[in-house]
């Protein structure tokens, strides 16, 4: 897909990283180098679930958006999900770009939160999109737990 500052995306919207222009350690490398919790899952296991709640997430936002611009849905319901899209997107550069910790830890804590607020604000509307954020707040949780014993342990 399209590159940028940072490194390629693919088609699952995954950081492929590079080495930098200014010779900097990889992104790959940085990260390996990193303290981390013994349980942690390989990276192969942690893109193959967003692989698996990507789709998920592209049909029911899409569907929550179109029904608010729409106005069959309340706006305010779209605004957890509007939030959630954007703390997700920006994840990946600030964990990997900017090699910064804590903010990657408020930026999923943001994530995380959020989806609750989804769940809740969509339920009384569409039961099947709030129900369908399960696998999507079940990996999001081992996710914030994981990033947060990183953001621990490398301080």
């Known amino acids: ?7 390629r ?14 010779g900097a350690v990889e992104f790959r490398e940085w990260y ?3 303290r981390k919790p013994s ?7 942690i893109g193959l679930m967003w692989q698996i ?18 106005g069959k849905l309340p706006r305010i319901v779209a605004l957890p999900f509007a939030i959630n899209l954007v703390a997700n997107l920006v994840f990946t550069p ?11 830890s408020l930026d999923i804590l943001i994530v995380w939160g959020t989806i609750v607020w989804m769940v809740f604000a969509v339920w009384k509307h569409h039961r099947w999109v709030a ?9 999001v949780s081992v ?11 490398n301080r």
């Not at 998920?56 to 179109?66: D, E, G």
């Open 94 to 104: 600030i964990q990997f770009g900017l090699r910064n910790l804590p903010l990657a």
């Open 32 to 34: 390996d180098a990193l």
């Open 53 to 70: 709640i990507y789709p998920i997430i592209l049909v029911t936002f899409a569907f929550v958006f179109i029904q608010a611009v729409r």
């Open 131 to 139: 129900i369908a954020q399960t696998p999507y707040f079940a990996w």
């Open 143 to 153: 996710a914030t737990v994981l990033q947060l014993s990183i953001t621990w342990m």
């Open 39 to 45: 349980w942690t899952p390989e990276p192969e296991f």
């Open 9 to 22: 995306f693919d088609a699952w919207g995954e950081l492929n990283v590079e080495t930098r222009r200014d």
């Open 1 to 7: 897909m399209g590159r940028s500052a940072l490194g």
